[in-house]
């Protein structure tokens, strides 16, 4: 076997044995941002409210094409903060900071309270803030 057939054998075998891995990864992306089905009242399910009581911030992908945050308001025992996730910036997704309490850009480093308020640009605008709403162990938005 000459050199070069043995460099193009070796090179099929790699990709035929990493593709079934490679495979996986795409479809457990695809299922993590799958668009959420919206009502015809216009809520989206995000969550349940055990998965927003353990983890703080509720998030998702894609509502209707947009990623979205919900918490509990600390303000009130019942409310829920909600909102399009979007720096209104140049739209990279805005990160909750536990520790400053505040949605963080990563891109340009623009801070936001949990409601969306503007706390420091380059940006010039809040977050858009969501309808949010709890009905039975479900958490819903709504634009
Ligand atoms: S995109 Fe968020 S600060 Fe620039």
């Given amino acids: ?83 399009n996730t979007l720096c209104p910036h140049r739209a990279c997704v805005v990160e909750w900071d536990s520790g400053s309490s505040l949605f963080s850009c990563p891109c340009h480093d623009s801070k936001f309270e949990a409601n969306g308020d503007l706390v420091d640009g380059p940006a010039s605008n809040g977050l858009e803030r969501l309808d949010a709403t709890i009905e039975e162990d479900t958490v819903l938005v709504r634009f």
């Fill in 1 to 83: 076997m000459k050199r070069r057939e043995f460099i193009n054998w070796v090179g099929v075998g790699v990709l035929a044995s990493s593709l079934p891995i490679a495979i996986a990864a795409c479809r457990t992306t695809a299922e993590s941002t799958a668009d959420a089905p919206t009502r015809d009242d216009g809520f989206t399910e995000i969550g349940s409210v055990a998965d927003l009581d353990s983890q703080a911030v509720l998030t998702h992908d894609d509502v209707q094409g947009i990623p979205v945050a919900v918490m509990r308001d600390p303000a009130t025992s019942e409310g829920l903060l909600a909102v």
